[in-house]
């Protein structure tokens, strides 16, 4: 993806963060608590479940093989605001597999 010119990270979040600052605004980071009633139980079945992740990891590589000039343009679209350009681009779900494994 570096090699097409696109930055997984660190690329947006420290705009967001300096304009943040300027305006003054608190930047809040969400956080989610959950209670395990068992924990050991549940390590011990998460350890014996079947690693599914073959299907997320085959699209996850399709997209990148195939998609990666569109990837430019929706992440172009995205940065520069251009709602037009997004909507006309072809949405590609291989987040549902990976949520599945």
Same mark, same amino acid.
């Given at each position: 993806m570096r090699k097409s010119?696109?930055?997984?990270?660190?690329?947006?979040?420290p +705009?967001? /963060?300096? =304009?943040?600052?300027? @305006?003054?605004?608190?930047? *809040? *980071?969400p956080e989610v608590e959950v209670k395990v009633e068992k924990p050991r @139980? @549940?390590?011990?079945?998460?350890? +014996?479940?079947p690693l599914s992740? +073959? /299907?997320c990891f085959a699209k996850t590589i399709a997209r =990148? /093989?195939?998609?990666?000039? =569109?990837?430019?343009?929706?992440a172009n679209a995205w940065a520069t605001g251009d709602? @037009? *350009?997004?909507? +006309? =681009?072809?949405?590609v779900d291989n987040a549902s597999a990976c949520i599945a494994s």
């Open positions: 010119g696109l930055e997984p990270y660190g690329v947006v979040w +705009q967001v /963060e300096k =304009l943040a600052r300027k @305006a003054r605004v608190k930047i *809040t *980071t @139980a @549940a390590i011990r079945d998460f350890k +014996q479940a992740d +073959q /299907e =990148l /093989e195939s998609d990666l000039d =569109l990837m430019k343009v929706r709602v @037009a *350009t997004l909507r +006309q =681009l072809t949405h």
